[in-house]
């Protein structure tokens, strides 16, 4: 069974920095994509980055220049790195993986920026 789990979420200040963690119960080569996505409170879910196996990351305008997603197959981790954190990024956010047709979504974590 396929889980994906979150962690690193928090309350950090507006210009802070945060890394996310999302750690597969399986090998990350079964999955053709994987990513983040966010829900900002009273908001849809949105997309932030998803990447392939192979190739350059695909990112939302708002998160180009301040997120970095790292994708360790070998560890079985996908990571986010937000720098420069600002208060339109306060959500709930998944991390999010495509594999054999189906689509797996972790339960969530909550990143606020706030002073």
Do not use: H
């Not at 963690?21 to 009273?42: E, H, I, L």
């Not at 197959?73 to 996908?78: D, E, I, R, S």
């Amino acid at each position: 069974q396929v889980q994906l789990v979150e962690s690193g979420g928090g309350l950090v200040q507006p210009g802070g920095s945060l890394r996310l963690s999302c750690a597969a119960s399986v090998s990350m080569f079964r999955f053709n994509v994987m990513g983040w996505y966010r829900q900002p409170p009273g908001k849809p879910r949105e997309l932030v980055v998803t990447k392939g196996r192979y190739g350059s990351p695909n990112y939302v305008d708002s998160a180009k220049g301040r997120f970095t997603i790292i994708r360790n197959n070998a560890a079985n981790t996908v990571d986010l790195q937000m720098n420069s954190l600002k208060p339109e990024d306060t959500a709930v956010y998944y991390c999010y993986a495509n594999g054999d047709s189906n689509d797996y979504w972790g339960q969530g974590t909550q990143v606020t920026v706030s002073a």
